[in-house]
Nanobody, 115 residues
Framework: QVQLVESGGGLVQPGGSLRLSCAAS????????MGWYRQAPGKQRELVAR???????YYADSVKGRFTISRDYAKNTVNLQMNSLKSEDTAVYYC?????????WGQGTQVTVSL
C-alpha cells in the first residue's frame, strides 16, 4: 500500500499563490507517476498535473503557465506550485500515485480562491 498525505490548501485571493505538498509513504519503490487531481462541487474529478519518472510532466490546459508540479525523490514528496489563482481553481485537490496498475489517493485538501 501507498499512503498519501496532502498539505498546503487554504483560502487565497484571486491572483494569489498557494503551494500544495503531498508526502508518500509505504511501498513507494515502484511508483511510476504522481499527480494532482481536483474536484469542484457538482463536477467530475479532473487531472490537473502529473509527473512521471524521468521528469515527464502533463498539465491541463486550464492551468498551463500558472501551475508547476515537481517531485522530490529524497523526501518522497510531490508539490504543486499554484500561481495567478482564479476563482475557477476552487476545488478539493487530491494527490495521486500510480504503481503498476493501482492508483492511490490522498484524503484531499481544500483550495478556495475568493475575495
Amino acid at each position: 500500500q501507498v499512503q498519501l498525505v496532502e498539505s498546503g490548501g487554504g483560502l487565497v485571493q484571486p491572483g494569489g499563490s498557494l503551494r500544495l505538498s503531498c508526502a508518500a509513504s509505504g511501498i513507494i519503490s515502484r511508483i511510476s507517476a504522481m499527480g494532482w487531481y481536483r474536484q469542484a462541487p457538482g463536477k467530475q474529478r479532473e487531472l490537473v498535473a502529473r509527473i512521471r519518472n524521468l521528469g515527464y510532466t502533463y498539465y491541463a490546459d486550464s492551468v498551463k503557465g500558472r501551475f508547476t508540479i515537481s517531485r522530490d525523490y529524497a523526501k518522497n514528496t510531490v508539490n504543486l506550485q499554484m500561481n495567478s489563482l482564479k476563482s475557477e481553481d476552487t476545488a478539493v485537490y487530491y494527490c495521486n500515485a500510480e504503481r503498476n496498475a493501482d492508483n492511490f489517493w490522498g484524503q484531499g485538501t481544500q483550495v478556495t480562491v475568493s475575495l
